[in-house]
């Protein structure tokens, strides 16, 4: 009897020695081990803040770079058109538009609406500039309140982004900014908040008037369509009726060619065509 209280004793001694050295063991793991992995953090810290720092340094002197391009074009003189085209994509329009643009090699800017959303990825792919036109475009709808406003404009930009892997930061008011469709109250608070959200609005000063009806005559198109102002931001639709659009949109290209035009897309650093000005920040 004794014997067999010694041998339990004797096995419940080493069974607790050994719980309480795996004990010390885990321990001094567990201390290594947030040693190390604190050193990590630190190190991962120290990256991030060096990584931020680059990121500033190069979005300083990438704005810079920007600054002076604009200036120097402004310097020489160098006339600059921005193609636009409102509405689309259609199907019977706009690959005949891509193609001109093809054709001529050239890009123009295309402020697109919640319409065959298919079709955003050849006007991507083919290097012109996806835009936001609000996805409904209908005027009752997007300017009932800022919330409405940017609930479509999201649902807009949610499927450019599927569609295309952009995240377009240029939009374009239904109407154009100096739309009077919308309150004063409510418009000021939709600048407010997309100049707050990093988004760019441009208008046009120039309209080649294809919205004034449909099949409006080529010739008055190209008369309309050609500016004489060293940059011209030239308003066009792609929408289903704006056929003669297409028909114009050759000789509108050769008129700007001829008079020594460059043609650029719209970018947030572009120049901005505005009918009502955005501020320069947020308040
Ligand atoms: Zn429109």
């Not at 012109?128 to 996805?135: G, V």
Request: glycine share 6%; aromatic share 8%; hydrophobic share 35%.
């Amino acid at each position: 009897m004794k014997k067999i209280i010694g041998g339990i004793a004797l096995i419940l001694s080493l069974a607790g020695l050994g719980y309480s050295g795996f004990t010390i063991y885990g321990a001094a793991k567990g201390a290594l081990e947030k040693k190390s992995l604190n050193k990590q953090i630190t190190e991962l810290k120290d990256k991030k803040v060096k990584t931020e720092a680059s990121l500033k340094d190069v979005t300083e002197k990438n704005n810079k770079l920007k600054k002076e391009y604009n200036q120097l074009r402004e310097q020489r003189g160098i006339k600059v058109v921005y193609l636009t085209f409102d509405d689309g994509p259609t199907p019977n329009n706009t690959p005949k538009i891509l193609d001109i643009l093809k054709k001529n090699n050239i890009k123009g800017t295309f402020f697109v609406i919640g319409q065959n959303p298919d079709m955003y990825k050849r006007i991507v792919d083919e290097g012109h500039a996806i835009a936001i036109h609000t996805y409904s475009h209908e005027y009752k709808q997007v300017y009932a309140s800022v919330d409405a406003f940017f609930a479509d404009l999201y649902k807009l930009r949610d499927l450019i982004k599927e569609k295309t892997g952009v995240d377009p930061k240029v939009t374009r008011f239904p109407g154009g900014s100096s739309t009077t469709r919308v309150s004063k109250p409510i418009k000021q608070a939709i600048i407010n908040r997309l100049t707050k959200e990093g988004y760019v609005y441009q208008d046009w000063n120039c309209d080649s008037t294809d919205a004034s009806g449909n099949k409006v005559p080529v010739e008055k198109l190209v008369k309309n369509g050609v500016c004489n102002v060293r940059e011209v931001n030239l308003l066009m639709h792609d929408a289903y009726a704006k056929t003669t659009t297409v028909e114009a949109l050759q000789k509108i290209i050769d008129a700007y060619k001829a008079k020594g035009y460059i043609f650029e897309t719209l970018t947030v650093d572009s120049p901005k065509f505005q009918h009502v000005k955005q501020p320069e920040s947020a308040n």
